[in-house]
Nanobody, 126 residues
Framework: VQLQASGGGLVQSGGSLRLSCAAS????????LGWFRQAPGKRREFVAG???????????YYSDSVKGRFTVSTDNAKNTLYLQMNSLKPEDTAVYYC?????????????????WGQGTQVTVSS
């Protein structure tokens, strides 16, 4: 599966952005999907993820640093993953990546994700 992230930009503290990640090659409903970010000089870190269950449908999970401010969602008809980011803070500044994992379980580990988009820059000014 190929992933293409977009939607980054410059925003003031407290503002909002919505990132998109278009997937091609295969329907992504069988994957664990995730958003990660990497700030200069720091390791890539998990931000938010989506898994699917036959019993409960889609399930989302978040890092503590973004819980309550960010929302991850999908549009399966468009094969697109989104990340709505509200109440942005300067510490949210990073390159954001979307990723897909061939896994049935939720995971936050970078090494578990098999496919990566190219990244989109998000800059939050104070």
């Amino acid at each position: 599966v190929q992933l293409q992230a977009s939607g980054g930009g410059l925003v003031q503290s407290g503002g909002s952005l919505r990132l998109s990640c278009a997937a091609s090659g295969r329907p992504f409903s069988g994957y664990v999907l995730g958003w990660f970010r990497q700030a200069p000089g720091k390791r890539r870190e998990f931000v938010a993820g989506v898994t699917w269950s036959t019993w409960s449908g889609s399930n989302t999970y978040y890092s503590d640093s973004v819980k309550g401010r960010f929302t991850v969602s999908t549009d399966n008809a468009k094969n697109t993953l989104y990340l709505q980011m509200n109440s942005l803070k300067p510490e949210d500044t990073a390159v954001y990546y979307c990723a897909a994992a061939l896994s049935i379980a939720s995971t936050t580990a970078v090494a578990d994700f098999d496919y990566w988009g190219q990244g989109t820059q998000v800059t939050v000014s104070s």
